[in-house]
């Protein structure tokens, strides 16, 4: 009967009859570590030989699994080279950062074909890949690209929920002097640098004709082609010349020359263009003089509360056009 290699080394090997040179070496694989993590992770896979090759050996290596490769993971080899008189060779196998919310998935490694050397059938090994994305409201946008990480929210709407227009900061009461210049024309007026902040959470929206009045009567008319985009912000501030970008928010003045919110206790109402009420704003509950604004804390969805007291805000009397630590929405 004809003997393969395989089949005389394992003879040799229960006999102790033949000499080293009869003897194929054995391969084990083996790693530096047992997972992977998504996070710049990368592990090392090892071959070792019992004993050093006599040869150059070629390891042809199949990776396998859950996980995908040249999507989840990349090799620096498909084989593994072991040069003459080493005895072992190496491949290195990095993660692939991704933003989608998975759970642990694996990597599997085998050897399926090497001359000149035994290989061994159970030479299977099996790599865990750790996710490093996280979902804190759990409403399948991952933080990493949520606008709104703490509250659950649409997939269409950058994971923020859909909001209507609202009103989302109010300055009623400016701080005396140079602080209390919200509009950023160089000069503090009681009236002209109050302001209200709107956020239209989508879709777009178009005011025209659109009324804002206190308790009293109309403050403001939006003009024709007030247009106020997806995600989009409109400030209205009493009067002046409001200079700066407030985030690329719309930006507007009372026609009426004032917004007038009365420090003591008002009512804001926005009403369409046939009158129909849109939202409201009860300043009475706040009306504590605050020489500052009050803002919902977080953005959007949060209560109103003053805005120097939030840590984010670092001691800012207002953001007009912005959230709360400036940034944009």
């Known amino acids: 009967m004809k003997l393969n290699y395989l089949s005389i080394s394992l003879l040799c090997l229960l006999s102790l009859s033949c000499t080293t040179e009869d003897i194929l070496p054995a391969v084990e694989l083996g790693l530096d570590a047992t997972t992977l993590s998504e996070a710049g992770g990368e592990l090392t896979l090892t071959a070792t030989l019992n004993s050093a090759a006599t040869e150059p050996i070629s390891l042809a290596l199949v990776f396998g699994g859950t996980a995908s490769e040249n999507q989840d993971y990349s090799t620096s080899s498909s084989a593994i080279f072991i040069d003459t008189g080493m005895s072992s060779g190496t491949v290195t196998i990095f993660a692939i950062q ?66 209507g227009f609202l009103i989302n900061e109010v300055l009623y009461d400016p701080e005396s002097g140079d602080l209390g210049d919200a509009n950023g024309d160089g000069t503090r007026d009681a009236n002209g640098d109050e302001f209200i902040e709107f956020f239209n959470s989508g879709p777009e929206m178009d005011v025209s004709g659109y009324s804002l009045s206190d308790a009293s009567q109309v403050r403001h008319v939006f003009p024709a082609g007030t247009v106020v985009p997806l995600n989009g912000v409109l400030v209205l501030f009493g009067s002046g ?15 009426t020359g004032s917004i007038n919110m009365n420090n003591a206790g008002d009512f804001v109402t926005l009403q369409d263009a046939s009158g129909t009420i849109v939202l409201t704003f009860d300043v009475e509950p706040l009306s504590n003089n605050p020489n500052e604004s009050y803002t919902r804390n977080p953005d959007l969805t949060g209560e109103f509360v003053q805005h120097s007291g939030i840590d984010a805000a670092n001691g800012a009397l207002y953001s007009p056009g912005t959230m709360l630590d400036g940034s944009l929405f």
């Not at 694996?106 to 996710?131: F, H, K, P, R």
């Not at 010349?241 to 026609?255: L, N, R």
């Open 241 to 255: 010349s409001p200079t700066g970008d407030f985030g690329g928010a719309v930006v507007q003045t009372a026609s």
């Open 98 to 163: 991704d933003i989608e919310l998975e759970s642990i998935e694996t990597i599997t490694v085998s050897v399926t074909s090497g001359s000149g050397v035994l290989l061994l059938s159970d030479s299977l090994i099996e790599i865990a890949m750790l996710d490093d994305d996280s979902d804190t409201d759990s409403d399948g946008v991952l933080d990493a690209v949520d606008s709104c990480p703490d509250v659950a929210g649409s997939t269409e709407n950058n994971g923020c929920p859909w909001l």
